[in-house]
C-alpha cells in the first residue's frame, strides 16, 4: 500500500517550454501532497505544500507564477513549471500525506527535467 | 542553528557491522520522527517512523528517540552492502509548519564486503 506515482519520470525540454508533472496517490486518498526539488549532492527542498480544493503555499524564494500547482482531486496534483529555463534543471520529487491521521509522507519516484 | 542536523558523514562500515545514525533537532513542538533512505538517483523511501520516546525495531533497523535531548538515531544491525544509501531524518514541524517535513542534510552510508 501507499503508493505514489509520478509523470513523466524524465522530461527534456528546450528553453523558454512550459512542463507538466502528474503525481498520484495510487491507492489512498491525499489531503495534502508536497513538491519537493533536489539538486545533485544537496537534501530535498520543500518548494509548496498543496492542499485538495484550495491554493498551493509557496515557501519563501519559490515563484508560485513559475511553478504553478493544481489539487483538483484526492488523488492528482500537478505542478507546471513554466517558461522553464536552464537553471530549473533538476530532481522534482513529490509526496503525499494520507487524509487520515497519519503524519508520514509517501514519496514519489521522483522527475527529472532537463532544460537545454 | 540549523534545523537538524545529521552527524556528518560519509559513513563506511563493514559488512555484518552495526551502522549507527544521528539526528538533533532544534524545533521542541515537533511529534513525528522519520528515517528516509535515499539510493543514488531514487527518491527517499521511508525505513521507520518514531512518536514516542524509547526505542522502535522493524527487523535490522531500530529507531530511539528522546525528545528531552532532542536527538532521533537510527541503528542498522548486520549491515548489508544494499543498505549502502543517504539515509535522511525529517521531522514533522510543529505549529503553524504543521504536516510539513524538515530535513536532514542527509548522511551517506557505504557498506564494504
Known amino acids: 500500500g501507499a503508493v505514489v506515482s509520478q509523470h513523466p519520470s524524465w522530461v527534456i525540454c528546450k528553453s523558454g517550454t512550459s512542463v507538466k508533472i502528474e503525481c498520484r496517490s495510487l491507492d489512498f486518498q491525499a489531503t495534502t501532497m508536497f513538491w519537493y526539488r533536489q539538486f545533485p549532492k544537496q537534501s530535498l527542498m520543500l518548494m509548496a505544500t498543496?492542499?485538495?480544493?484550495?491554493?498551493?503555499?509557496?515557501e519563501q524564494g519559490v515563484e508560485k507564477d513559475k511553478f504553478l500547482i493544481n489539487h483538483a482531486s484526492l488523488t492528482l496534483s500537478t505542478l507546471t513549471v513554466t517558461s522553464a529555463h536552464p537553471e530549473d534543471s533538476s530532481f522534482y520529487i513529490c509526496?503525499?500525506?494520507?487524509?487520515?491521521?497519519?503524519?508520514?509522507?509517501?514519496f514519489g519516484p521522483g522527475t527529472r527535467l532537463l532544460v537545454l | 542553528q540549523k534545523e537538524v542536523e545529521q552527524n556528518s558523514g560519509p559513513l563506511s562500515v563493514p559488512e555484518g557491522a552495526i551502522a549507527s545514525l544521528n539526528c538533533t533537532y532544534s524545533?521542541?513542538?515537533?511529534?513525528?520522527f522519520f528515517w528516509y533512505r535515499q539510493y543514488s538517483g531514487k527518491s527517499p523511501e521511508l525505513i521507520m517512523s518514531i512518536y514516542s520516546n524509547g526505542d522502535k525495531e522493524d527487523g535490522r533497523f531500530t529507531a530511539q528517540l528522546n525528545k528531552a535531548s532532542q536527538y532521533v538515531s537510527l541503528l542498522i544491525r548486520d549491515s548489508q552492502p544494499s543498505d549502502s544509501a543517504t539515509y535522511l531524518c525529517a521531522f514533522n514541524a510543529g505549529g503553524t509548519s504543521y504536516g510539513k517535513l524538515t530535513f536532514g542534510q542527509g548522511t551517506i552510508l557505504t557498506v564494504h564486503p
Open positions: 524545533d521542541r513542538g515537533s511529534q513525528s
Open positions: 509526496s503525499a500525506r494520507p487524509i487520515q491521521g497519519v503524519e508520514t509522507q509517501y
Open positions: 498543496s492542499n485538495e480544493g484550495s491554493k498551493a503555499t509557496y
